[in-house]
């Protein structure tokens, strides 16, 4: 059995009982894959020329897609040179090698262009096909081999429309191959984005390869199911991650603009959805373009997700509430707070999900002051670590998590009762009001935090406070942390009463306190792909005296005199 299918048993109670069942049969079948896939000989057409050619209008990465020609692969935050064996590197981590099989750096070569950069494109995937043509446990995995068969196929015009007749056949009786796979299986115990993504592969082989109609209706179906289920009201995607948000809107896109390419019926339910997505994800950008970094995200790429967002229709405005999905976004002047005011995703959508709740972010202009410490691929402690309370712009109590975390993916006890209220008055100030009870059942502690950011966006001003109903408490430390992006210069006072806080083009801030000591501290940001900058964090901290503590703080824009 698989690693990824020991990862199916994990948390299975919680999934629904639809779910469940599809991840027993996939399992229960998965001994007669290889038999029927390699035995079977209904795969000898001749066919050369797709149906259709599915549209993929996003950029890659010229630097990495020459330095794919040169043998050197940076996939998921991991570089390897020369990868022996090839398909199979020996320090390849779990990401690196899913994203070796899926195909996704076919857009990098794309970008490098020139006739070396196809010929490399077409070496590497005949040498796939060589070896893994037939079934195999881990480079067959549904959600794999869905992503594979979208980036063979949206790729094709720039690497297999001119090659040889012999290349084509073989390529495209492989995708049927893997297209009538995914038919069997699907949806095989997948949910959530990965999901999505897997059926965005049967749906283009549906329309791409002739003849298969009943490819494209069935990926179809199972995708309008799934969104019923993924998408919540305000539009916000189940998982609560702003990578998700963008990745599942930018599959369905591709959805859309394939159905449309081969001019076939349209979906409503695709329309309805991007619609609905787009708004959010808006909510989630900082004046920078990027994203905030909650639930596993770090900022991204500006240009993509900007691709992204002009290619929905609708308002391009962001959404500033969003209470099905649990965020608020407040603007005032140059700046943005974006806040995590909701519970945690369900059990089963939180595999990456943080310990987080409570915290926000705070920018201006395209400048980032206060964030979270962000996310990248790996494991161990540091996955531990960036998924931890601590790693949040929020408070945290007697050293422990809001909601415990897994090490082997999910939360445990988690937030359960979350209240936000948001106020806007006629001046144009704005208070959000936020508690959580992460804490109660633990430890006995209500957690209220309150944000005012005024008109002018030049004064944010916070209270944080426990309170313990059933009284109790004294003597639990807590820390209220704020990191601060890596490009903020910080210094505190002679007298420890104040931070300072100086950007380039923001200018210079000030942070206050009142009710506990105040530090500058070391941190790390992990915001950015591939690449962790120390930075600090300012640090509040005391201990709760009888049964309520008090912080108030105010983070206030310094006048040029």
């Known amino acids: 059995m698989t690693s990824k299918s020991l990862e199916i048993f994990r948390g299975i109670r919680s999934l629904p009982r639809g779910v469940i069942l599809g991840r027993l049969a996939y399992l229960l079948k998965n001994p007669f894959f290889r038999l029927t896939l390699s035995s079977s000989r209904i795969f000898a057409s001749k066919i050369s020329v797709l149906a259709h050619n599915p549209p993929d209008p996003w950029p890659g990465q010229a630097d990495r897609g020459a330095a794919i020609i040169q043998n050197r692969f940076t996939l998921s935050d991991q570089t390897i ?17 899913a994203a070796l099989h899926d195909f996704s750096w076919l857009r990098d070569l794309r970008a490098s262009g020139g006739d070396q950069a196809r010929r490399r494109a077409r070496e590497l995937t005949e040498s796939w096909i060589d070896q893994f043509g037939n ?5 067959w995995e549904p959600d794999i081999t869905g992503r594979r068969l979208a980036n063979w196929l949206g790729q094709y015009e720039f690497f297999a429309a001119s090659a040889e007749i012999t290349f084509r056949q073989i390529l495209i009786q492989s995708a049927e191959r893997q297209a009538l796979h995914l038919f069997r299986v699907l949806p095989a115990g997948l949910y959530g984005a990965e999901l999505v993504s897997t059926l965005k592969g049967l749906i283009f082989a549906g329309v791409a390869l002739p003849g298969a109609s009943d490819l494209r209706e069935r990926g179809l179906t199972l995708l309008e199911r799934e969104l019923n289920r993924q ?23 591709d959805i859309r603009a394939t159905l449309s390419a081969a001019g076939g019926p349209g979906a409503p339910f695709l329309e309805a959805a991007i619609s609905s997505m787009a708004p959010v ?9 990027k994203l905030a970094l909650f639930n596993g995200t770090n900022e991204g790429d500006s240009l993509h997700i900007d691709l992204i967002l002009q290619r929905c229709p609708g308002p391009k ?3 500033m509430t969003a209470p099905d999905s649990g965020f608020q976004r407040l603007q005032s002047g140059r700046s943005v707070i ?20 409570g915290s926000f972010e705070f920018s201006i202009g395209r400048e980032r002051i206060i964030v979270n410490c962000g996310a990248q691929e790996g494991s161990g402690e540091l996955k531990l670590a960036q998924r931890s309370t601590a790693a949040h712009s929020t408070l945290t109590l007697a050293a422990r998590n809001s909601s415990q975390i897994d090490k082997k993916g999910g939360l445990g006890s988690r937030p359960d009762q979350i209240y936000a209220r948001r106020i806007e008055n006629e001046e144009g100030d704005h208070l959000l009001e936020m508690t959580q009870d992460g804490y109660y059942e633990r430890l006995g502690a209500l957690h209220h935090r309150s944000l005012f ?16 109903p059933k009284g109790g408490g004294g003597g639990q430390s807590f820390a209220i942390r704020f990191h601060l992006h890596p490009d903020v210069k910080a210094l505190i006072s002679m007298d420890g009463k104040a931070v300072f806080l100086s950007m380039r083009k923001a200018g210079g801030w000030r942070l206050r306190a ?10 790390i940001y992990l915001g950015e792909p591939g690449n962790l900058r120390r930075t600090q964090q300012i640090v509040l901290s005391g201990n709760v005296v009888g049964s309520e503590a008090l912080v108030k703080w105010a983070f206030r824009k310094e006048s040029k005199s």
């Open 135 to 139: 079934w195999n446990g881990r480079t």
């Open 453 to 468: 950011l005024a008109a002018a966006g030049d004064d944010l001003r916070g209270e944080d406070r426990l309170e313990y």
């Open 338 to 357: 974006i806040a995590d005011a909701g519970a945690p995703p369900p059990p089963a959508y939180d595999r990456d999900a943080h310990a987080g709740t």
């Open 231 to 253: 998408l919540l009201a305000d539009g916000g995607h189940i998982e609560r991650c702003p990578a998700r948000q963008m990745s599942v809107l930018r599959d369905l896109m």
């Open 281 to 289: 994800l808006r909510l989630f950008q900082h004046g920078d373009g």
């Open 81 to 97: 040179e020369n990868p022996d064996p090839l398909w199979a590197p020996r320090d390849a981590g779990t990401a690196f090698f």
């Open 317 to 319: 405005k962001p959404l």
């Open 514 to 523: 009142q009710g506990a000591a105040l530090s500058l501290e070391p941190s």
